[in-house]
Nanobody, 127 residues
Framework: QVQLVESGGGLVQAGGSLRLSCAAS????????MGWFRQAPGKEREFAAA????????FYADSVKGRFTISRDNAKNTVYLQMNSLKPEDTAVYYC????????????????????WGQGTQVTVSS
């Protein structure tokens, strides 16, 4: 079983930046797609970003494209989400997800593409 621990969340002014980290333990992230999802209070969890097991491909939600960048460092067993030009509507709990299977398509933009989840880290963007 893999454990995922997110960090780097906090309070930031609109237009600012944060870098989230997801440290995995128990199993390697190598060979697995990894993703970031987010959930605001009273709303459903939504896809934000994903990176293919090889690191060669990425997916982004339209709402974050051009502002967020997902990356991975397999040697450190860590996935990152760089968030720039933050908006109040980015306020949410951000969750790291460990992928199932080896494909990289529509499923990796849904809950069903992932086997394990972190506990989340809060991001709050003030207006």
């Amino acid at each position: 079983q893999v454990q995922l621990v997110e960090s780097g969340g906090g309070l930031v002014q609109a237009g600012g930046s944060l870098r989230l980290s997801c440290a995995a333990s128990g199993r390697t992230i190598s060979g697995h797609n990894m993703g970031w999802f987010r959930q605001a209070p009273g709303k459903e969890r939504e896809f934000a970003a994903a990176i293919r097991w090889s690191g060669a491909s990425t997916f982004y939600a339209d709402s974050v494209k051009g502002r967020f960048t997902i990356s991975r460092d397999n040697a450190k067993n860590t996935v990152y989400l760089q968030m720039n030009s933050l908006k109040p509507e980015d306020t949410a709990v951000y969750y790291c997800a460990y992928g199932s299977g080896y494909g990289f398509g529509y499923e990796q933009r849904t809950w069903d593409g992932y086997d394990y989840w972190g506990q989340g880290t809060q991001v709050t963007v003030s207006s």
